[in-house]
Each structure stands twice: as structure tokens, then as C-alpha cells.
Nanobody, 126 residues
Framework: VQLQASGGGLVQPGGSLRLSCAAS????????IGWFRQAPGKEREGVSY??????FYANSVKGRFTISRDNDKKTVYLQMNSVKPDDTAVYYC??????????????????????WGQGTLVTVSS
């Protein structure tokens, strides 16, 4: 299984960006995806999570970011709107194999994910 995160770049405050996480190697749709980010000098944190219908967001991005998935393309998207300088970070996607979804108290915990992508850098600056 491989995860390829893409779509990062430089964006102005208030702008938008869409990240993609392409998953290869899964033989079915029985996997769930989490987006994490790591800002300079900070620990990695959970941003959002999607099961087949379950979605979770960190409070810091709720109302601004939207997660979605296209099972035909085996791709998960993170639409980032109204971005702020605090959103500057390397964004990683991670996959959990199997149909069992994570819940609100566990989706941020990295030990529940089996595969990680390489990260894509998002810089929010004017």
C-alpha cells in the first residue's frame, strides 16, 4: 500500500487549496483516511478523518476545511478554505486498513493508522 499526498504550495491568507491523498494497493474500499499536519517546531496533530460516511475535524479547522473521498479513484481530498498563517505545515495522510472506523476519541491517535504518505508542504503567507 502506498499513499501519495499532493496539492501543497504557497497560498495567501484567506485563500483556498485542495490536497489529495491517492491510495494504491488497497483491493477494496475497506480503509479509512486521516489527515495530519506538522508545523515547524510543533508536534504532528490530527486535522481531519473520513470513514465511509463518518467525518471528524479538529476544532481549529472546523467550518473551513472539508474532507471527502472518491472511492472510484481511491483518493481522499482535503479542501482548505479561508486558510490562515497558522495552517502552515507539512500535511500528511495516513490510512487505516479494514472497515472498522475510528471514533471521536481515537481518530487523532497515530498508532491506529497502518500506512503513511510522504507529506506535502502548505505555506500560508502574503
Amino acid at each position: 500500500v502506498q499513499l501519495q499526498a499532493s496539492g501543497g504550495g504557497l497560498v495567501q491568507p484567506g485563500g483556498s487549496l485542495r490536497l489529495s491523498c491517492a491510495a494504491s494497493g488497497f483491493t477494496s474500499d475497506d480503509y479509512t483516511i486521516g489527515w495530519f499536519r506538522q508545523a515547524p517546531g510543533k508536534e504532528r496533530e490530527g486535522v481531519s478523518y473520513i470513514g465511509q460516511s463518518t467525518k471528524f475535524y479538529a476544532n481549529s479547522v472546523k467550518g473551513r476545511f472539508t474532507i471527502s473521498r472518491d472511492n472510484d479513484k481511491k483518493t481522499v481530498y482535503l479542501q482548505m478554505n479561508s486558510v490562515k498563517p497558522d495552517d502552515t505545515a507539512v500535511y500528511y495522510c495516513a490510512a487505516r486498513r479494514g472497515s472498522s472506523r475510528l471514533i471521536a476519541s481515537t481518530w487523532r491517535q497515530e498508532e491506529h493508522y497502518h500506512y503513511w504518505g510522504q507529506g506535502t508542504l502548505v505555506t500560508v503567507s502574503s
